[in-house]
């Protein structure tokens, strides 16, 4: 999935928010059907957030189309999220991450729970981290229970 974001803005709203809208693609990329579906697709997507102090909270959500016709795709991706940053550079975030398909009128719902902490290696910052998701929701014979991740993001800074 390739997903970009445009705002007209250089700087948050009056009010906080940053925002913006753009393109997102779907690529064929899975090698079994079992791990999503090798069509096309594209749509929309958009994001809104909002950092208030140590808290960051918004939203992302796209809906993706079939794009050659092959397979009907029509599913809709909403994550809300919320993290809260300590003084010592943990970050603590919840989030949903549903996604709906409208053909088959089913939903998968993972609600991720996450601790992070931001450490150099070497001169570059990365964040690491791990965290516990439960599945609220899915369809019949999909995810179901606790899960685990790992999570290591490499940072970029200007």
């Not at 690529?27 to 960051?56: E, M, R, Y």
């Amino acid at each position: 999935m390739f997903k970009a974001s445009f705002s007209p803005q250089k700087a948050p709203t009056n009010s906080g928010w940053i925002w913006g809208v753009g393109p997102v693609f779907m690529l064929p990329t899975a090698s079994d059907s079992a791990l999503g579906l090798d069509q096309f697709g594209a749509g929309i997507t958009g994001v809104a957030l909002k950092q208030t102090g140590p808290w960051t909270y918004g939203a992302l959500a796209n809906h993706i189309w079939d794009v050659d016709g092959s397979t009907d795709i029509n599913s809709t991706y909403f994550q809300p999220f919320v993290s809260y940053v300590t003084h010592n550079k943990w970050t603590f975030s919840t989030n949903t991450e549903l996604t709906y398909d409208w053909n088959t009128d089913s939903a998968n719902i993972p609600i991720n729970f996450t601790a992070t902490k931001l450490v150099m290696l070497g001169n570059r910052p990365v964040s690491i981290g791990g965290g516990l998701r439960y599945w609220a929701d899915s369809p019949s014979g999909g995810a179901s229970g606790w899960g685990a991740r790992f999570i290591m993001t490499f940072l970029f800074p200007k």
